[in-house]
């Protein structure tokens, strides 16, 4: 069953989120920013418009209710790097991830952070897919609207096979870039369950 096989590996996919949006690389564990000095007009069109088609789409996520009404549920904990900020609550969409299709408006992952109140604040998305998946049928790395995904080959740290990753940071901006791992403004201070580091 699809459902059933991503998740065995569900709580280990949402680790696999250290990624660098720049380029498909190996595993690294940085995130580094491409700054606005390097970015050409119409890559810095193609990020806004990403950004916003993610928002747009994600929008009535705002309640996490909805998210988990439509097949999101939190599958890892509250992700913190010791000294990199956070990656927050990561709802995952098992069918999403299982069926490899890459469409801005329907991310595998939304990204929470805690509030101090218990509740979640919507702050981006994540797109998941399985490398060997995606390069069945395509020639390079997943990209979408500019920005290509990372790469974190087999074997790795999770025991997953290779993937692609990459997050938007739609709902909070990041100081370090739209489309980097880590977000420095993000804490699972507030967060009662888990936290990984």
């Given at each position: 069953?699809?459902?059933?096989?991503?998740?065995?590996?569900?709580?280990?996919?949402?680790?696999?989120?250290?990624?660098?949006?720049?380029?498909?690389?190996?595993?690294?564990?940085?995130?580094?920013?491409?700054?606005?000095?390097?970015?050409?007009?119409?890559?810095?069109s193609q990020q806004s418009a990403l950004l916003k088609i993610v928002r747009d789409s994600?929008?009535r996520f705002k309640d996490v209710a909805q998210a988990e009404r439509e097949g999101y549920?939190?599958?890892?904990?509250?992700?913190?790097?010791?000294?990199?900020?956070?990656?927050?609550?990561?709802?995952?969409?098992?069918?999403?991830?299982?069926?490899?299709?890459?469409?801005?408006?329907?991310?595998?992952?939304?990204?929470?952070?805690?509030?101090?109140?218990?509740?979640?604040?919507?702050?981006?998305?994540?797109?998941?897919?399985?490398?060997?998946?995606?390069?069945?049928?395509?020639?390079?790395?997943?990209?979408?609207?500019?920005?290509?995904?990372?790469?974190?080959?087999?074997?790795?740290?999770?025991?997953?096979?290779?993937?692609?990753?990459?997050h938007v940071w739609a709902w909070k901006e990041n100081p370090n870039g739209a489309f980097?791992?880590?977000?420095?403004?993000?804490?699972?201070?507030?967060?009662?369950?888990?936290?990984?580091?």
């Open positions: 069953m699809k459902h059933a096989r991503f998740a065995t590996h569900s709580m280990v996919a949402l680790v696999l989120l250290s990624v660098c949006p720049g380029r498909a690389l190996a595993q690294d564990g940085h995130a580094h920013a491409q700054t606005p000095q390097q970015q050409t007009p119409e890559q810095k994600t929008e549920a939190l599958q890892f904990g509250c992700v913190s790097g010791s000294d990199s900020g956070a990656m927050g609550l990561h709802y995952v969409n098992g069918a999403i991830v299982n069926s490899g299709v890459l469409d801005p408006t329907r991310p595998q992952i939304v990204i929470y952070e805690p509030t101090a109140n218990g509740g979640r604040k919507l702050i981006g998305a994540d797109f998941l897919l399985f490398a060997d998946r995606w390069n069945a049928n395509h020639s390079g790395p997943p990209e979408l609207m500019g920005q290509l995904f990372h790469l974190f080959d087999a074997p790795n740290r999770f025991g997953l096979p290779a993937f692609y990753t990459l980097v791992n880590w977000h420095p403004e993000v804490s699972c201070e507030s967060f009662a369950g888990d936290t990984t580091k």
